[in-house]
């Protein structure tokens, strides 16, 4: 409903008005009256009415006096334009001036007295009509606001995400650039990347308790949360360094780890700040009592080291997979990630990741032998919220056993098992004189039964399974560059090295040295 305040020095003057308006009709409703200028001054303060209805002369000051000190506190000058309260003058005089005032005010209309019911209705109509479309255009108006910040806002947050997806290494830009295209306002001094990581889901709400120290001393920041994790990035001036890192040193806590990368100078490093920080965080599991973790403590933290899951571990994965044995799998990966572990603290700092890519083969192959997904039936122990590294490889190892467990009771792994056995048994002693009934016997099934599920399951008889195997081996080897034809004829289970090289061009097509040369 729109408010209406009516002012004149005459009680009876302002009875008849609120008698005379239809105010359901037209959506208003009287919020009283005022009979001088000082008491219509505060009640437009406290009652804040839409529209003021007020006569010229009246004790204390007059109409436009009002109309001028409401004008002043609404700041709106005589030249640019309305302010909030829409004012229709009341007056028994026709006095020219009084008209020339009442437009340099902004006045609605001015009414003569005696006040004719169609005329004053026809004045509150326009003035509804105008409150209507100033709401519109400030509907339109806020929307658009809403729009662009929100607008500017994912800028920024697709800029950060950019950053920590390592997506922005190949394209750097210039500072300039980068405020320009994201809505930026980036400045030289400092820039630094931190991760703050809660234990509980709330991690979002403990960024806006450190927003008042960010916009205290950063020229800019901004940040995206990935599942509890917050990611940050810092600009800052040099000076006030110290004392930022201090508060947010005190910050820090059980509830609360934070962990940062070391100081950059220019905007090229960013991305190499945001994995540093993440980084840092990781070296949580091997720090219990520290909460907060800078990168200047830890060593070699972005070397970049070859992939610790290389072809000859995964080989190995496999293997282990396929015996479909919970205990024996699970305790490979755990003595694999603690070897791993225990190489220096750039590996360290990479083991979150190298955890998942293990997670990742594990799956891949549990699907490929059982059709089903061992995420699907709710298999996972947690291990990246652990609190420190024996829990975090306990868990871990948890969760493997668990999804071997769940693999090795699937009709298809029970229906296919004594072939997996069977292949896994030939990948651990291909280098051996094995035969077709020294395999039989390791899977407790006669070697003509056996030799025709062999065949019937992979699609190759025994022996052509075997060579396969050998031959694979065999460039795997051959592609080191390091070792004769003589040697890896040897290291795959052949004796004679003649017989190799013709077995191994009749299913390559080229012989072994061509092999070697062409991969060299």
């Known amino acids: 409903m729109i408010r209406v305040l009516i002012v004149d020095d005459e009680i009876a003057v302002c009875r008849l008005i609120e008698y005379l308006v239809p105010w359901e009709q ?57 302010g909030r309260v829409l004012f229709v003058l009341i007056s ?4 020219f001036e009084f008209a020339k005032q009442a437009i340099r005010f902004g006045v609605e209309e001015y009414l003569l007295k005696p006040i004719q019911k169609e005329e004053l209705i026809k004045v509150l109509e326009q003035a509804r009509e105008k409150i209507r479309r100033r709401q ?39 500072r300039e650039e980068v405020n320009h295209k994201y809505c930026f306002e980036f400045q030289g ?4 990347s931190m991760v703050i990581r809660s234990s509980h889901s709330d991690a979002a709400e403990k960024i806006d308790a450190m927003t008042e120290i960010f916009d205290a001393y950063c020229y800019e920041y901004e940040w995206i949360q990935r599942e509890r994790e917050i990611r940050l990035l810092l600009n800052y001036g040099e000076e006030r360094s110290g004392e930022l890192w201090k508060r947010m040193t005190l910050l820090a806590g059980p509830g609360m780890r934070i962990a940062r990368s070391q100081e950059r100078k220019a905007m090229d490093d960013c991305a190499a700040a945001m994995r540093e ?16 973790l800078s990168a200047e403590n830890f060593a070699g933290l972005l070397s970049e080291e070859a992939p610790v899951l290389n072809h000859e571990r995964r080989e ?66 947690g291990w990246q919220d652990a609190s420190d590294w024996q829990e975090a ?37 291909f280098t051996e004189k094995i035969t077709l009934e020294q395999t039989a016997e390791q899977v407790h099934l006669s070697p003509v039964y056996f030799s025709g599920l062999f065949k019937k399951e992979t699609g190759m008889n025994f022996s052509e ?56």
């Open 136 to 174: 519109d255009q400030g509907k339109e108006e806020k929307a658009k606001s809403q729009t662009m910040r929100s607008l500017q806002e994912n800028l920024r947050k697709s800029w950060i995400l950019e950053l920590v997806e390592n997506l922005l290494a190949a394209v750097p830009m210039s």
């Open 92 to 95: 028994g005089y026709r006095e």
């Open 393 to 429: 490889k306990f868990l871990f190892r948890k969760e493997m056993e668990s999804w071997v467990g769940l693999a090795s009771e699937s009709r298809q792994v029970q229906k296919n098992f004594p072939i997996r056995a069977a292949a896994a048994y030939i990948q651990g002693h």
């Open 316 to 381: 190995q994965l496999l293997r282990q997979i396929e015996t479909m044995d919970a205990a024996k799998t699970a305790g490979w990966c755990s003595d694999f990630l603690e070897e791993t572990a225990a190489r220096s603290d750039a590996f360290r700092a990479r083991m979150p990741l190298t955890m998942q890519e293990l997670e990742t083969a594990v799956r891949e192959v549990i699907t490929e032998i059982t059709k089903e997904d061992p995420e699907s039936r709710r298999a996972r122990t």
């Open 26 to 82: 037209l959506e208003m409703t009287s919020v009283g009256y005022a009979n001088n200028g000082p008491e219509a001054y505060r009640q437009i303060r406290e009652k804040q009415p839409d529209i003021v209805l007020t006569d010229i002369r009246m004790p204390g000051f007059d109409g436009l006096e009002l109309i001028e000190k409401i004008r002043e506190e609404e700041k709106t000058t005589v030249e640019n334009g309305e």
């Open 465 to 520: 399974y075997l060579t396969q195997v050998r031959v694979q081996e065999a460039k795997r080897l051959l592609k080191q560059g390091t070792v004769n034809v003589s040697e890896v004829a040897e290291r795959v289970g052949y004796s004679d090295a003649r017989h190799f090289s013709k077995t191994f061009q009749r299913l390559v097509g080229i012989t072994p040295k061509e092999y070697r040369k062409l991969h060299s």
């Open 277 to 292: 920080a993440k980084r840092t965080m990781n070296m949580r599991w091997w720090k219990k009592d520290e909460f907060f």
């Open 189 to 192: 001094g400092c820039y630094c």
